[in-house]
């Protein structure tokens, strides 16, 4: 998927790891803290997105799948770099991951956010339909919401 100014690359070794972390341990309010061996393990256990500007090749956000391609996707570390964020990029990636996901025929492609409920829906994300369906095992607290949600 190309947009005018970016691209969208499921090519893991295009991913700038340490930016990855930076962004993900420093500003995103679920993984905050989190060590660099732990995002690279979670990194080498997913299906990744990068997107990039064009022109100079830098990434500019970052998503990733958790999925066994055939049955569940679980859709994790969106990330937007703030200097590019409000041009579409979010959303577009969004689409980028859904575009790819979508032939595998998995059922559905699940996501928790605090706070972009919008560029989800944008998508086709809506609110679990049935939630008393669904169960967690909480092993380690969750990270703290952000202000406001």
């Not at 295009?14 to 930076?22: C, F, K, M, Q």
């Not at 492609?109 to 409920?117: N, Q, R, V």
Request: net charge neutral.
């Amino acid at each position: 998927m190309v947009m005018t100014e970016f691209e969208f690359s499921t090519d893991s070794a295009r991913l700038d790891r340490a930016r990855i972390h930076h962004w993900l341990s420093t500003d995103a309010y679920w993984a905050l803290g989190r060590s660099r061996g732990k995002q690279d393990r979670a990194i080498d256990g997913s299906l990744n997105f990068g997107a990039y500007d064009r022109v100079s090749g830098e990434q500019v956000a970052y998503a990733r799948v958790i999925t066994d391609r055939v049955t569940f996707a679980w859709l994790c570390d969106v990330y937007v770099d703030r200097a590019v964020r409000g041009k579409g990029v979010g959303v577009a990636l969004v689409g980028a991951v859904r575009e790819e996901i979508e032939p595998y025929g998995v059922r559905r492609i699940l996501l928790a956010t605090g706070d972009a409920h919008g560029v989800y829906a944008k998508h086709g994300f809506a609110p679990l339909a049935r939630p008393e369906d669904w169960m967690a095992l909480q092993l380690q607290p969750d990270a703290p919401r952000p202000t406001g949600s």
